[in-house]
């Protein structure tokens, strides 16, 4: 599959996040926005530090130069986001270099990159502060969120935002996956199974997405009627999403990390 000389990544127009166990406001990747000072880099005080090699554009992340753009989706596709599905967890430093055949060094000079990019655009990766180890990086979350996500053959692990969430399927080239979360206005379980951009099912069948600012204000509803109903009382907060409405638009947000990857 061909690319336009400026590829575009991770950054749609739906999601945001403000993260207090990061100690950072955090503009979530479908999300237009910046990001506060989130974590400390793997190379403090260095006179040089590391760029994004992607820079914000109107809608998405871009980069001119197409051979970087696809080093870096590779990496953090096959280094971050696979590697975090099987673990149940992010990867450390140490499996990230072995996973990608680096040396410990280039390794860390390609996490901080992402970083970086987790700073700059929301397109990589958040340190948990005062240390080496990935917070988050959207989609998923090393912390505990209530939205859990389980991808065919991998173990569960915490989904980032609502709508992220349904995006990890496409993402990692349609596996079913798994994703529960809990109703805001009943406290009562749900769960939706998506295969890339299709519904397998629902539980309830009626659940939809109510997207306030930020990934802490975005919450699944068990009906239409339930979440408008909050936003009436909230003065039109948030954006309401039918289901389909936000598994289409997570997957074309995430569905960017793979497309065209081999």
Known sequence: MGF???????????????????????????HKGGVANATNSSKQGSARPS??????????????DQKEA??????????????????????TPAEFAQRMKLTQPEADRLLDEMQACG??????????????LIAIAWPLANIPTGIIVTVDGGKPVFGRCAIDA?????????KTTVVEATARDTGTPLRVVVSGQR?????????????????????????????EKWQREHDGEGTLFSLANAVKNGAETFGSYSEGLQ
């Open 51 to 64: 760029q994004c090699p992607l820079r914000p554009g109107q809608d998405w992340p871009e980069a001119e």
């Open 119 to 132: 700073e700059s655009n929301g397109s990589g990766i958040l340190r948990a502060p005062t240390s080496e």
């Open 199 to 227: 519904i397998v099912s629902a539980e309830p069948a009626g659940v939809v997405i109510v997207k306030g600012r930020g990934c802490d204000k975005m919450s699944f509803f068990s009906s239409r009627e339930a979440g």
């Open 4 to 30: 336009p000389k400026t590829t575009r990544l991770i950054l749609g127009a739906a999601l945001a996040c403000a993260v207090g166990t990061t100690n950072a406001s955090a503009a979530g990747p479908s």
């Open 70 to 91: 696809t080093r870096y989706r590779h990496a953090i596709l096959d280094g971050i986001f696979k590697q975090w599905i099987e673990l149940g967890r992010a990867p």
């Open 166 to 174: 349904l995006g990890v399927s496409e993402m990692l080239g349609g």
